[in-house]
């Protein structure tokens, strides 16, 4: 279920190395996931999404990587960037809604 | 593609005043629509979800309501505020109706009730 009463946990990261986000999920009925960036003030943004019938997805500096069967999901981001700084969260699929995960913040140090 | 608008982007509301958050969309039809709550620091709560016009779905009991006069726009109220309804408030949606799509967000609204 969703998390939302949590207080995020911190990943930092020294830039220009590689993050990697973790999420676990408790549908084993969702088809699909997404995982979005938020910025301080601003709505989440879209990273990249996977389909349950995937298990790597790789875009621009990210990669998505799913393991159905103990229902984790993370996010990599390679070369991170201070730019990468922000809450990121991860959303499985229900009936008409979707579930969001506790967040993460990510912190890059110079 | 589809836009979603969001208004005002902040706002101070004194304690046991209302509230009227509106959300349009542009750029698709039929979507399924979404409210969230996003307490300082914290995850996203789905407050309410629509499908179509007229049809709310209500996630969590509070002094909030939703309503959907029409297609592309979702309204988010409330009779009395109460300092715990402080939060950002988003408004998202699915393109069409379809399922397994991305959610899109808008850009907020930040409430402070005092």
């Known amino acids: 279920g969703e998390s939302v009463g949590l207080h995020l946990p911190t990943l930092s990261v020294q830039e220009g190395d590689n993050s990697i986000i973790n999420c676990a999920y408790s549908?084993?009925?969702?088809?699909?996931f997404i995982w979005y960036k938020q910025e301080s003030g601003k709505g989440p943004q879209f990273i990249i999404d996977?389909?349950?019938?995937?298990d790597k997805r790789q875009g621009q500096r990210v990669t998505v990587l799913l393991n159905k069967t103990v229902k984790h999901l993370s996010l990599q981001i390679a070369a991170t960037q201070p730019g990468d700084s922000a809450v990121y969260f991860c959303?499985?699929?229900?009936?008409?809604?979707?579930?969001f995960g506790t967040g993460t913040r990510l912190k890059v140090l110079a | 593609s589809q836009t979603i608008h969001q208004w005002p982007a902040t706002l101070v509301q004194p304690v046991g005043s209302p509230l009227s958050l509106e959300c349009t969309v542009e750029g698709t039809s039929n979507p399924n629509l979404y409210w969230y709550r996003q307490a300082a620091g914290r995850g996203l709560q789905l407050l309410f979800y629509s499908v179509g016009i007229g049809q709310i779905s209500s996630e969590v009991p509070q002094n909030l309501s939703a309503s959907r006069p029409q297609d592309r726009q979702f309204i988010l109220s409330s009779k009395k505020l109460l300092l715990s309804d402080s939060g950002f408030y988003l408004c998202?949606?699915?393109?069409?109706?379809?399922?397994?799509?991305?959610?899109?967000f808008g850009s907020g609204t930040q409430l402070s009730v005092l």
């Open positions: 996977i389909r349950s019938n995937m």
């Open positions: 998202a949606c699915i393109r069409g109706s379809a399922t397994n799509e991305k959610l899109f």
């Open positions: 549908n084993s009925a969702s088809d699909y």
């Open positions: 959303a499985n699929s229900g009936t008409y809604k979707y579930i």
